[in-house]
């Protein structure tokens, strides 16, 4: 029996299920393939769920398909980052016999064996130097990612490092993913100015024309019926994977509407209601307006009733507006309008709201 496609763990997806974010996948890897980059140094940011890591994911198996250039590194934002990495490149089959060959010892740091006749070496900083030093004379190049960053000491550290890295032309290269204010408050951090300058690129929802073209083919239904689908999702990633994954196990038992009271209770409990607990007290309020104002069937809010609601100045709920179109919860691309960008979110609200009464 063929295996069921839709992943729902956070990050995978299998290749038949997988929808290219071309222009994001493009920019990424052209870049870094160039002889000389614009940046080496990429931030992924968007709302849980949205598809950050299954693009990196992409990215990493896809930049060094056709070439052994590139070495790829994927470490956890809760590591000892260059330690870490340090580990992974002397682990390596090839990189370890050449640090070997050129007597590097990093035993002082615990990684790898003392070496007789070798350079001692006791600064992480300066041990992760040597090995792209080395890697830069064998013309290959070091890609890392760090996934759900923060602005920790700990992320910081590592961020300042590549930094003097970069600066040397060293051969490495760095994608970091995250939720929007935590990257933004990375990146504004007072010693952190050069990731001012480091595109971040904000993941929206997918293309819905996409969703259907996957679902009619995987399924082999109508277009029309896999259109339908599509719209449910919102081109939210993880709903799209949700729905697939229910729809493949239980088509023949559910009817969709049965699907979907599934999908909002499983969105509910892995997702929404930690988006919820992140927001702010005022982002709280803003939520809850939108919800008293909503029209057209609960599609859409007029922003103008919500000043009203709120008792705030316009210029007040449009700052409101912004942060949370910038988190990814509301999309506000209609003038005049703000709707959810979240399929069911709002109904999440009108539930958690209860509960915390």
């Given amino acids: 029996m063929k295996n069921n496609p839709f992943l729902t763990s956070f990050g995978n997806a299998s290749d038949e299920a997988y929808i290219n974010r071309y222009s994001e996948e493009d920019?990424?890897?052209?870049?870094?393939?160039?002889?000389?980059?614009?940046?080496?140094?990429?931030?992924?940011?968007?709302?849980?769920?949205?598809?950050?890591t299954a693009l990196t994911t992409y990215i990493t198996e896809n930049i060094a398909k056709d070439s052994k250039e590139w070495k790829v590194v994927n470490l956890s934002?809760?590591?000892?980052?260059?330690?870490?990495?340090?580990?992974?490149?002397?682990?390596?089959?090839?990189?370890?016999?050449?640090f070997i060959e050129k007597k590097l010892d990093f035993s002082l740091l615990g990684i790898g064996v003392s070496i007789e006749g070798g350079t001692k070496i006791s600064d992480e900083e300066v041990m992760i130097r040597q090995m792209l030093k080395v890697m830069k004379g064998i013309r290959k190049k070091l890609l890392v990612t760090v996934d759900e960053v923060s602005n920790t000491e700990n992320?910081?550290?590592?961020?300042?490092?590549?930094?003097?890295?970069?600066?040397?032309?060293?051969?490495?290269?760095?994608?970091?993913?995250?939720?929007?204010?935590d990257i933004k408050s990375l990146q504004t951090h007072k010693n952190m100015t050069f990731l001012k300058r480091a595109p971040r690129i904000n993941l929206g929802p997918l293309d819905l024309n996409m969703i259907?073209?996957?679902?009619?083919?995987?399924?082999?239904?109508?277009?029309?019926?896999?259109?339908?689908?599509a719209k449910i999702t919102k081109g939210y990633s993880y709903a799209y994977s949700l729905l697939g994954n229910i729809y493949w196990e239980k088509r023949d038992a559910l009817s969709l509407d049965d699907m979907i009271i599934q999908l909002k209770d499983i969105l509910e409990d892995r997702v929404y209601s930690q988006v919820w607990d992140e927001l702010t007290g005022v982002e709280k309020e803003f939520i809850k307006a939108m919800n008293n104002c909503m029209e057209d069937n609960n599609q859409k809010a007029k922003v103008g009733d919500m000043v009203n609601i709120l008792q705030k100045a316009p210029a007040q709920v449009n700052e409101y507006k912004g942060r949370l179109v910038e988190t990814g919860i509301i999309d506000g691309s209609e003038r005049g309008y703000i709707k959810y960008s979240l399929p069911f979110f709002g109904e999440t609200?009108?539930?958690?709201t209860i509960i915390e009464m």
């Fill in 349 to 352: 609200v009108d539930r958690l």
């Fill in 155 to 181: 992320i910081r550290k590592f961020t300042s490092s590549f930094q003097l890295y970069t600066r040397e032309r060293l051969p490495i290269y760095l994608i970091m993913t995250g939720l929007y204010k």
């Fill in 77 to 98: 934002s809760q590591s000892n980052l260059l330690k870490t990495l340090a580990a992974n490149l002397q682990a390596d089959p090839i990189l370890g016999k050449v």
């Fill in 212 to 229: 259907a073209k996957r679902y009619a083919s995987i399924f082999d239904i109508s277009f029309e019926d896999a259109a339908k689908m």
């Fill in 27 to 52: 920019i990424i890897i052209d870049d870094f393939n160039r002889e000389l980059s614009s940046s080496q140094v990429y931030m992924l940011a968007g709302v849980r769920g949205i598809g950050k």
